[in-house]
């Protein structure tokens, strides 16, 4: 079946340093959707991204879909306190709207 | 809107009882979502709901698990008998359309003990 696999699975990094994750998955995917998660809390939705290539900007945050719409990256620009959390990526399995998540990178940030 | 609203947030229980989790999705979402979270298996889709029908249970592990959605405000997932391995904490999401963003419950952990 349908795999995500997010590496790396945790990430210390000194506030201020920046951070990325990346997605990818075992088929081509109609979309991706990136997900936060604060410790002890539920997934919260990031963004979306639909087009082969497609590069998003939430202020810190760029989101990038792959040309073969296989991977995505999230890349985080001089990290905060407030960024702590796990990272998930979901795409949803050929021909239904059964998201797949990812396996999640866990990032810490030292203050 | 208050969000998708679960309950119980905890619930402990002895194995072999059955367990009853509940979940109110927003209003005017046609799909629910319910997923698991442990350690070990990440966060798992075990089944989800369009205009309360059960389109995918694919992710249901056992006959034990059971979930249903008799009115569009209102969906169970029930556990009979429960066993030590289901403690996990319980997701309940709704979407409105096809292919956009989930809106994730508070959960509930549950421990069986």
């Known amino acids: 079946g349908q795999q995500v696999m997010q590496i790396p699975q945790y990430q210390h990094v000194q506030e201020g340093e920046d951070f990325t994750t990346y997605c990818n998955s075992s088929?081509?995917?109609?979309?991706i959707q990136w997900y936060k998660q604060r410790p002890g809390g539920h997934p919260v939705f990031l963004i979306q991204?639909?087009?082969?290539?497609e590069v998003k900007k939430q202020k810190r945050l760029t989101f990038q879909f792959g040309e073969a719409k296989k991977n995505s990256s999230l890349h985080i620009t001089a990290t905060q306190t407030t960024d702590v959390g796990t990272y998930f990526c979901?795409?949803?399995?050929?021909?239904?709207?059964?998201?797949?998540f990812g396996t999640g990178t866990r990032l810490k940030v030292l203050a | 809107d208050a969000g998708v609203i679960q309950s119980p947030r905890h619930e402990v229980t002895e194995m072999g009882q059955e367990v009853t989790l509940r979940c109110k999705p927003i209003?005017?979402?046609?799909?629910l979502f319910w997923y698991r979270q442990t350690m070990m298996r990440g966060l798992e889709l075990l089944i989800y709901?369009?205009?309360?029908?059960?389109?995918?249970d694919s992710g249901m592990p056992e006959d034990r698990f059971s979930a249903k959605m008799p009115n569009a405000s209102f969906s169970t997932l029930k556990i009979q008998p429960s066993e030590p391995r289901d403690s996990a904490v319980y997701f309940c999401?709704?979407?409105?359309?096809?292919?956009?963003?989930?809106?994730f419950g508070q959960g509930t952990r549950l421990t069986v003990v």
């Open positions: 999401a709704s979407s409105g359309q096809e292919n956009t963003e989930a809106f």
């Open positions: 991204l639909v087009k082969s290539g």
């Open positions: 979901a795409g949803p399995t050929s021909g239904t709207y059964k998201y797949i």
């Open positions: 709901f369009n205009n309360n029908v059960p389109i995918d």
């Open positions: 088929t081509t995917l109609s979309n």
């Open positions: 209003s005017g979402h046609d799909y």
